[in-house]
C-alpha cells in the first residue's frame, strides 16, 4: 500500500510563502506522475500543479508565477513552494501519485492565508 504524507501547511499572512512536502513510501520513479490539489471550503476539489517522471512540470493558470513543483527523488519526496500566497489560496492541500494501474492521495494539509 502506497502512503503519501503531506507536510507545511499552517497559517500565513498575505505575501507570505509556504512550502508543502508529500513524501513517498515508495521510489518516487514508480510513479508516473505526481501532483498536488487543493480544496477549499464548499468547493470542489482542484488540480494545482504537476510534476512527470521525467521532471516535466504543469501549473495551474490560476497560480503559474506563484508556485512552484518540484522533486528530490532520493528523499522521494515532492515539493510545492507556495510565494505570494493569497487569502483565495486557503485550502487543504493534497498529494496525489498517479502509476499505471492506481491513483493515490495523501491525509492533506491545511493552508490558510489571513491577516
Known amino acids: 500500500q502506497v502512503q503519501l504524507v503531506e507536510s507545511g501547511g499552517g497559517l500565513v499572512q498575505p505575501g507570505e510563502s509556504l512550502r508543502l512536502s508529500c513524501a513517498a513510501s515508495?521510489?518516487?520513479?514508480?510513479?508516473?506522475?505526481m501532483g498536488w490539489y487543493r480544496q477549499a471550503p464548499g468547493r470542489q476539489r482542484e488540480w494545482v500543479a504537476s510534476?512527470?517522471?521525467?521532471?516535466?512540470?504543469t501549473i495551474a493558470d490560476s497560480v503559474k508565477g506563484r508556485f512552484t513543483i518540484s522533486r528530490d527523488n532520493a528523499k522521494n519526496t515532492v515539493y510545492l513552494q507556495m510565494d505570494s500566497l493569497k487569502p483565495e489560496d486557503t485550502a487543504v492541500y493534497y498529494c496525489k501519485a498517479l502509476d499505471v494501474l492506481l491513483g493515490y492521495w495523501g491525509q492533506g494539509t491545511q493552508v490558510t492565508v489571513s491577516s
Open positions: 515508495r521510489s518516487l520513479f514508480s510513479f508516473n506522475v
Open positions: 510534476i512527470t517522471r521525467g521532471d516535466t512540470t
